[in-house]
């Protein structure tokens, strides 16, 4: 290799850092867990070192393109300072990037986690094709990132791609934001175990209720395994899910109008039974993707998309990410590559 | 004036055609009838002679910069043809920007009109300082244009900023275009009309009652009129309007965090009537909007904000259309000064 960056995805969970070429080929990738509960100097350390390590190896034979960082929670891209994160206590209002460039001797790039994994499955994942992209990442809660023109859009406050806190159902349920029906609350893993407890609680001699008392560790895997098997309780709750991302999704398009939507976060693992629901949403919902979509093989003649001319045109692309936990740590890794610091 | 270009709005009621210099300043403009009954042709030759005779008459002392037409209906950009129009019957699927390049010579830009209208509020009107911007334009229909770098947002079908097929009531009304829950359902003039006589419906002996069986052109002015004097069935309208409003602007806020949100059409004239509930929502809705907007001043101290965080950075902006039906003109003139032709 010529040239190589370095990424660092910090999760609330888990510390990876990577060296990655300029082709996006891992050179090596060291994982360490996040020791949240031993201090945010401590984390900041264990980082420092091994960036520090991976720099000092590689950077005899190729050369260092730059250091890219994702970090869960809104950061100020003027100042560096991380103004919340909820998965890492302590860290909010710190001036995180001052403090990893003092230490590092070097110039460092701060991006929010979602835009970053947006921006590794542009780079090398299912987007790769494409220089428009949004994507939903489907974890504990709902992030979700935006890459315009082949650059992350951030917005005039870095707070764009906050997908996961647009309004699905007006009068839905309450979000930790302040905000009522947002899709994280019919989305995310936490959001079906919850709705699953609402199905449990209206029918609790259903299958859900014994799965939910026999694991203690009920989880949207174990609601999921059930979906599978044909339980009915457990596919109406997977069939919510893809309704709520498909109005979202819809609304994506007919705003946007972008070639790919990538949808990633453990939850996508669930996609065979959510992404069906998905795709009737958006044939209903949004223009341009009932008009260059393939015709719908369960409609009937008379059905509801007489309106629908099929044209000529870019189809509208809804997929899986490809990258799975790798996307943030590969777009990490390329923000060095695509950024302009205005420093 | 040095450098001039002429635009073209092509409306369903009214052909306006104008020269408009490179700083802004109205040169001349034509205004005709759309003589739609008299079929397409008729128009094309209309339009076609005005845009000649301004062509001829300045281009002896400045230089022509291009033609620019805003087109109601959606554009295939690399053909040129108009793949939908349902103001302009007749039109669908003809190659309108062929057949008037054919006439005049000369390469012309055709663009759909919301986009056009964004484009002119953006060059010289509520958004002139900023190069972001979404539009809506609250009329018969809801349209919808996104400037995003100072141009343009069309994606990848030409088919984005159609803001008013966004959903916002999932189960709501049903929608010409296919879908159910449309902002066009609530947040135009056609809506406005048929919320008050669903009103009607449940309320025989109201003021709205009266109004409409004493006005045979009862209309969404008429509806302002009474909001403004204080009728409760009146205000409950607009103020649903503007939850409507404020959901879709809300998500926008969330999704793209642009700097400035412009609403304009016949509509926005009942600004005061439907703008407190727009703020209401996004207070609650937008993540961005309440973290750096002033406070409440009609919040109680316990009150719905207690998780939002003031904080430093650009204030969103929600604001009412300053250049009114003139957004349309002087955007299709600024055209050919922003677009690159990849012809």
């Known amino acids: ?3 190589f ?6 999760g609330g969970t888990n510390l990876r850092i990577a060296a990655v070429d300029d082709k996006g080929a891992l050179v090596e990738k060291v994982t360490l867990g996040t020791k949240v509960s031993l201090g945010r100097d401590h984390v ?3 980082m420092c070192t091994a960036i520090q390590h991976l720099s000092d190896k590689y950077k005899r034979s190729a050369s260092l393109l730059g250091i890219g960082i994702g970090v869960p929670g809104i950061i100020d891209m003027q100042t560096g300072l991380l103004r919340e994160s909820p998965n890492l206590p302590g860290w909010a209002e710190y001036p995180v990037r001052a403090e990893i460039e ?3 001797n070097t110039i460092v790039i701060l991006e929010n986690d979602a835009n970053v994994a947006a921006l590794g499955e542009k780079w090398l994942g299912a987007a790769k094709d494409y220089s428009d992209v949004a994507m939903l990442t489907l974890g504990t809660g709902v992030g979700g990132g ?4 082949g650059v992350i859009w951030r917005g005039a406050n870095g707070m764009a791609g906050e997908f996961g806190h647009t309004t699905v159902e007006p009068d839905g349920h309450p979000c930790g934001c302040g905000n009522i029906g947002c899709l994280e609350q019919y989305a995310s893993a936490t959001a079906v175990v919850r709705l699953a407890r609402e199905a449990i609680e ?3 001699a259903s299958a859900l209720a014994s799965a939910s008392s026999a694991d203690p560790e009920f989880s949207a895997k174990t609601i999921y395994n059930l979906a599978i098997q044909g339980d009915e309780d457990a596919r109406r709750i ?3 899910v893809g309704r709520c991302l498909g109005i979202v999704l819809s609304n994506l398009v007919n705003s946007l109008n972008l070639p790919i939507y990538v949808i990633g976060g453990g939850v996508s693992s669930a996609w065979e039974a959510f992404s069906p629901a998905i795709f009737q949403e958006l044939r209903r919902r949004a223009l341009v993707y009932a008009a260059t979509a393939p015709p719908d093989p369960n409609a009937s003649k008379e059905g509801a998309s007489a309106h629908v001319q099929s044209g000529p045109g870019h189809k509208t692309i809804i997929t899986r990410a490809l990258l799975g936990s790798d996307a943030g740590l590969y777009g990490a890794a390329r923000l060095p590559m695509v950024t302009e610091t205005q420093r």
Do not use: A, C, Q
Request: proline fraction near 4%; charge should be positive; avoid cysteine.
């Open 1 to 3: 290799m010529n040239k």
């Open 146 to 149: 935006l890459v315009m023109n």
């Open 102 to 104: 003092r230490r590092l």
């Open 238 to 240: 997977f069939n919510y």
């Open 5 to 10: 960056s370095i990424g660092v995805d910090l």
């Open 202 to 204: 209206k029918n609790p």
């Open 44 to 46: 900041i350390d264990e």
